[in-house]
């Protein structure tokens, strides 16, 4: 029997916290970060892309640090945390123009009282744009055009009007889909609820010719161990051919591992390719004797790696 993993869903108190935490001062001091750095140098997708994959990686690390084990959750952290950075990034954005607002009133007129300067300000944004604060910002940026630039005011290329807009609405994309998919995997990651760890690293079983796996498979799903064991052969097998990895927790003998079968084969160019074609819990029996009669050395027999 090969049964689909699913996640408990569990999150402890402590988790919740640390997520919490990670999310809104990651999240935060990831956006603001990026938002100085963006003074002096930005390229447009690309930057975004290495903010949002910072966030990812923040979020991923502390996901298996505290064990949660809830996709939804997950989902909804990186959502919330490429947001709160894409909020951040463009607050401080928002910022610096309003300083270099008042800057340039103060060197024309050094009386002006500072109160006066900022209703100055967005009586200009509302006269020029029809909105204040940050949305005329938004919108006095969306007219002068955004450009793909390399330190301050090297314009390669303008985005302006609604292209500016459309440019804004992938960046929050690139922002929150990172973290977001990143978090969701990453929960989703098989968690042994005895031992309270993550599964181990993979372990390569064996490999199967491809013309057995479809029998290769029957056989694991009846239970059919023994013979399923029996069609299992090393990497000498030729391509394409069906791999089968096994994640151990710390009691392999007593708990379920968790096996992944994957087809690799050879492409046009002559590289090796895998496809995913199944995973999931096989009890601890089918699981020792995969591993007896597995022909492979010593080392890549259990798997005992642990992580978490
Ligand atoms: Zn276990």
Not at 185 to 202: F, V
Not at 255 to 263: D, E, I, P, Q, R
Request: aromatic share 10%.
């Amino acid at each position: 029997m090969i049964q689909t993993y699913k996640p408990s869903n569990r999150v402890s108190l402590i988790g919740l916290i640390g997520l919490a935490l990670t999310v809104l001062s990651g999240g935060v001091a990831l956006g603001i970060g990026a938002g100085y750095i963006s003074r002096y140098v930005w390229v447009i997708l690309l930057f975004p892309l290495i903010v949002g994959g910072v966030a990812g990686g923040m979020l991923a690390f502390m996901i298996k640090r505290l064990h949660l084990r809830n996709p939804g959750v997950a989902l909804f952290a990186g959502l919330l945390m490429g947001t709160l950075c894409f909020g951040a990034f463009h607050s401080i954005e928002y910022m610096e123009f309003r300083s270099e607002m008042v800057a340039a009133v103060i060197k024309e007129d050094p009386a002006s009282e500072p109160a006066q300067i900022e209703s100055f300000i967005d009586f200009s944004l509302q006269e020029e744009t029809g909105s204040s604060g940050i949305i005329g910002y938004f919108k006095l940026m969306a007219r002068e055009g955004i450009s793909l630039r390399i330190g301050k005011g090297n314009a390669k290329l303008a985005l302006h009007g609604t292209l500016a807009w459309i440019y804004w609405a992938i960046e929050f994309l690139i922002f929150i889909a990172f973290p977001a998919l990143v978090a969701l995997n990453g929960a989703d990651e098989p968690y042994c609820e005895q031992c309270r760890r993550w599964y181990g690293e993979e372990a390569y079983l064996g490999s199967v010719q491809l013309a057995n796996t479809e029998n290769f498979l029957a056989l694991l799903q009846s239970g059919a161990s023994g013979g399923a064991a029996t069609l299992l052969g090393g990497a000498s097998i030729e391509l394409p051919r069906a791999s089968v990895y096994l994640r151990s927790c710390r009691q392999p003998g007593l708990h379920a591992s968790h096996l992944s079968v994957t087809k690799q084969s050879l492409s046009g160019k002559g590289e090796t390719y895998s496809e995913p074609l199944l995973s999931g819990l096989i009890s601890p029996q089918i699981a020792s004797e995969l591993r007896r009669t597995n022909t492979q050395p010593a080392e890549g027999v259990a798997g005992m790696a642990q992580t978490g």
